[in-house]
């Protein structure tokens, strides 16, 4: 008998869930709409809100929020994904649960924190002064450490759970959920990867799909992960397992319905179709799991006041943003047998999204969204150039989209081979 005979189960891999509620202070301020309508008339020097500061306090809880996670083994190798109800993170509050997790002794070769990129999520958590009088609040320590704290026990938690498990992918397609904000095609694909014991026990659920976290408009002040928090309660309700939401190429996509009855009503319809997705996922092959990292420089931010204002100031008008925004980021890709998934640092066009799934070489692939870091939107060149709120908000050029998507594609190739990259750098400062 060979090595594979000597293995109880050859095509497992090892896999331990878990949810945990992320208990955000009463009265933090939501974070998602910097529009007046979410902001007090007067900012609150007063301190006479504990949280909240540019924004005013949330009213209490629409939906439960969570940090939940997964964490796979295998071949000597450990991986840890979380799904979180927040708008973003950026690299320090990623950095800053790798040190903890480290501290307690959990060392998984990567961590990806995938933001579920809701609107009503909570603010006060980022130490950036522009990003949170734009849309997020000034930092509230106890806002941070409550959010860190989930993440951190979500991971220990779903560590301690590990178990021989299979997984499985599956695909269905949702036509007419989302809509193009720039009129062009929307990518239907729904993909859920199947995560159960070896015989058949569910163990957790990921479900990657773009949709903008926006059905609740800036009225809302109720703390709340919207449409896809609304799913993955009633997948958890009807799997009775974690189901980790990750979202892909949002960038230019929005949800087709809006207000409290669409985020039920659609929630329902992306609940169903990932349970279909589920039901009829096949197994991953020869599931050895590999993993690859990538810095990638970056050229310098600035915001198009072109782009920003309609187009009347000349294009060569820049805002420089250096000393907000870093001129580097990192790439994290990960591969089991034949499916893999690599980070995306914000909200990545459609169209760059789906050139990664179709160039990478693998049966499929789970484009994590507005994971690990955030440095705002990316386009293509063409559609940089038009002025539009998007464009605005793309702060790294025209070409620096296409350039980390291409990253990003090498990088999910070469694991996916099992070959080491020639670099652990790349450059998009061109």
Not at 183 to 207: F, M, N, R
Not at 269 to 283: G, I, K, M, R, V
């Amino acid at each position: 008998a060979g090595p594979a005979a000597a293995q109880p189960c050859p095509a497992c891999l090892r896999a331990g869930a878990a949810r945990v509620s992320l208990g955000v202070p009463a009265g933090a301020p939501l974070a998602g709409y910097g529009s007046a309508t979410r902001r007090p008339w007067l900012p609150d020097i007063f301190g006479r809100q504990p949280h909240a500061f540019w924004f005013q306090p949330s009213g209490g809880e629409r939906d439960p929020l969570a940090a939940r996670a997964l964490v796979l083994d295998a071949g000597g190798r450990r991986f840890a994904w979380v799904a979180v109800d927040l708008l973003a993170v950026d690299r320090a509050f990623t950095g800053e649960v790798e040190r903890r997790l480290h501290a307690v002794g959990v060392r998984p070769a990567a961590l990806i924190l995938s933001a579920s990129h809701t609107h009503s999520g909570p603010g006060a958590f980022v130490d950036s002064a522009v990003l949170g009088w734009l849309a997020l609040d000034r930092l509230d320590e106890s806002v941070r450490e409550a959010l860190i704290d989930a993440v951190v026990t979500a991971v220990r938690q779903a560590d301690g759970a590990r178990r021989p498990a299979r997984m499985a992918i599956g695909r269905v397609a949702t036509p007419g959920l989302v809509k193009n904000r720039l009129g062009q095609a929307t990518d239907a694909e729904l993909l859920v990867l199947k995560i159960s014991g070896t015989q058949g026990a569910p163990i957790a659920l990921v479900w990657n799909y773009a949709i903008h976290g926006t059905t609740l408009g800036p009225r809302n002040l109720r703390l709340s992960a919207d449409v896809m928090g609304e799913a993955s309660r009633r997948l958890e309700q009807a799997l009775g397992v974690p189901a980790l939401f990750v979202n892909g190429a949002v960038g230019d996509v929005s949800p087709s319905r809006h207000g409290d009855r669409a985020t039920t009503d659609l929630g329902a319809e992306l609940a169903s179709a990932a349970q279909a997705s589920w039901a009829q996922a096949e197994p991953v092959q020869r599931p050895t799991l590999a993993v690859g990292h990538r810095t990638v420089e970056l050229p310098s931010p600035s915001l198009s006041l072109h782009n920003c204002l309609g187009g009347w100031l000349p294009r060569a008008t820049q805002l420089p943003l250096a000393s907000v925004f870093p001129r580097e980021t990192a790439l994290t890709a990960v591969a089991v047998g034949d499916v893999g998934w690599v980070t995306f640092p914000g909200e990545l066009q459609t169209s760059l999204g789906q050139g990664i799934k179709q160039a990478a070489g693998l049966r499929r692939v789970l484009v994590a969204g507005v994971s690990n870091d955030y440095l705002g939107y990316f386009l293509t060149p063409a559609d940089y150039a038009r002025p539009s709120y998007i464009s605005c908000s793309t702060l790294y050029g025209p070409d620096t989209g296409t350039c980390l998507a291409e990253t990003a594609t090498a990088l999910l190739s070469a694991v996916a081979r099992g070959e080491t990259p020639p670099s652990t750098r790349a450059s998009c400062d061109q």
